[in-house]
């Protein structure tokens, strides 16, 4: 049997983002088939939901997020957002250092696992979702829905009501980061064009490996 | 009520887990603050026992408003005494607790069970410096009190409760300014709109919690002390 491959890893709620140090090359793959197989990895140093234990150094997600943006992004003020599955959060830096996070804890109003379900579920290609769909209140993912589909039934295409609930989840993000000019997106939600279009201010997709840049970041310097 | 202590009944703090009696979701809305959750199901499950003989329930500034429902709905639908009382006390008894460092836990207990009982013989109570704020009414899970450092000092209607000023609302409101404090509340409480703007106010920290803290919750607390504090916990 081989060596464990010696890894970094985000292990968020669906999927798992690596990267490998002896090859530096990266994977996804989902979290519970990569749970599976633990044992063919040696993880150095992890954040994320998904692993508590036998996960090298730990490392805090917003902690990640903030060195990784910092090593993609090169303005000295900038605001960057994480959609993960289960929740959402940022941080927020000023002359490049931390000046403001908050995380969106309770409530499944922001998770990318409703976005990602709902647009799989109606099957709409994002190319097809009207510019100027109303927003949907969006209290939370369930109270969202109901409202998305009490529209649906009064008639509205299947096509408007979902972009009208991304929209309301955009809404809610942007009130979480304060409405900065611009927004640098992290996470699996940076894939899904009709959320990234959702928003109403300049959104940067900065794509799924965030938060693993950070803790190359963390790992290369061992400020760990 | 001197009488019947003196007579060897015992008083519960119905906010607090009871012994022996797990909370029963069965009788307020589910969107419901989880204390006020817990009470009434301790008054049910006292009730059940035939161990209730009078719930003093607390419905002016001093609580909330639903409290003050709930007593209500509880005189107007069963036959459970109540005494509703209010408490506008505004002669401060001091707060050396929430000022000290002890740890956030302990200094939570004390100041829990000082409702009922004097402090333990002995205990000092030194004043620090605050390191950190913690904004906001016993939680709950007190499991989050021990993300903090011990130099954490206590902000909001639980310092007013240590103090015996329970409808304080100025002093709810104070905090030290320039110390990283997280202001807490539990979810579906009508504090939620303090904890809320006075962490927008002092550039804290808002944290609503239902019941137990979850994954993120803890997450996020644990970087606001390490961005703030460098704190990366007691390990
Ligand atoms: S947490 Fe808020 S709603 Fe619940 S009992 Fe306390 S003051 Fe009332």
Redesign the interface.
Known sequence: MSAPSPILLDCGTGYAKIFNLEDSTRAIVPARRFIKKLSEYDIKASTGHNLSSGAGVRVNELVALAEGSLSMVDEPDFTVLDCGARDVKYVQIRNRRVAGMDWNTECGAFAGQVVELLTRYLDIEPENLPSDAPRIPVVCGVLGMTSMFDMISKGKSHEEALAGFLRGVAFNCETLVGRPDRLYLSGGLCDNKAFVSAFTRETIPLGRFVLIEGLRKIYSEKII | MQERVENGALIFDLDEPLAGRPVKDIYLPNAYCSILKRVVSNIFSLREDGGLDLVIATVGKCKCDGMRNIASWLERTTDIPILKVENDNAKGAGFPISRSGLPLLKKMELIVNSVFAPLPDGLTLEECAPKCGFWGVPPYDFGILELFPDETHIFGWTRCMENKTPADIEMECEVASGVPTVFFTQ?FCQKSAFAYNLAREH?G??????KMM????R??I???L??NLGWRGKR
């Open positions: 979810s550039g920290l808002y944290v609503e919690v239902d979850s994954h993120s919750t997450a996020k644990e970087a606001f390490e961005f």
